[in-house]
Nanobody, 111 residues
Framework: QVQLVESGGGLVQAGGSLRLSCAASGSIFRPNAMGWYRQAPGKQRELVAA???????NYADSVKGRFTISRDNAKNTVWLQMNSLKPEDTAVYYCYCSNYWGQGTQVTVSS
């Protein structure tokens, strides 16, 4: 089993920044992928950003140039730096590691 603990969500004005973090513990096998999905009310869950154990990154087109994903393999931790936030970024953000999911953290961007 793998446990994921997220932090860093909150309320921010448009144009502001937030940094999400997610720490994984338990039976973690490598190589693996860690990353973030988000789900807005009435919408499907969508991939925001992902990063492999080797550092390969993938971003949704809607966040390219604004969000940066990073990880520390030794600490089994992944971060999502979110800059130039827009109201449409409002969603619950879920961290994942392989097939395991965090509980989600709310990000709200006011206009």
């Amino acid at each position: 089993q793998v446990q994921l603990v997220e932090s860093g969500g909150g309320l921010v004005q448009a144009g502001g920044s937030l940094r999400l973090s997610c720490a994984a513990s338990g039976s973690i096998f490598r190589p693996n992928a860690m990353g973030w999905y988000r789900q807005a009310p009435g919408k499907q869950r969508e991939l925001v950003a992902a990063i492999t154990s080797f550092g390969s990154k993938n971003y949704a087109d809607s966040v390219k140039g604004r969000f940066t994903i990073s990880r520390d393999n030794a600490k089994n931790t992944v971060w999502l730096q979110m800059n130039s936030l827009k109201p449409e970024d409002t969603a619950v953000y879920y961290c994942y590691c392989s097939n395991y999911w965090g509980q989600g953290t709310q990000v709200t961007v006011s206009s």
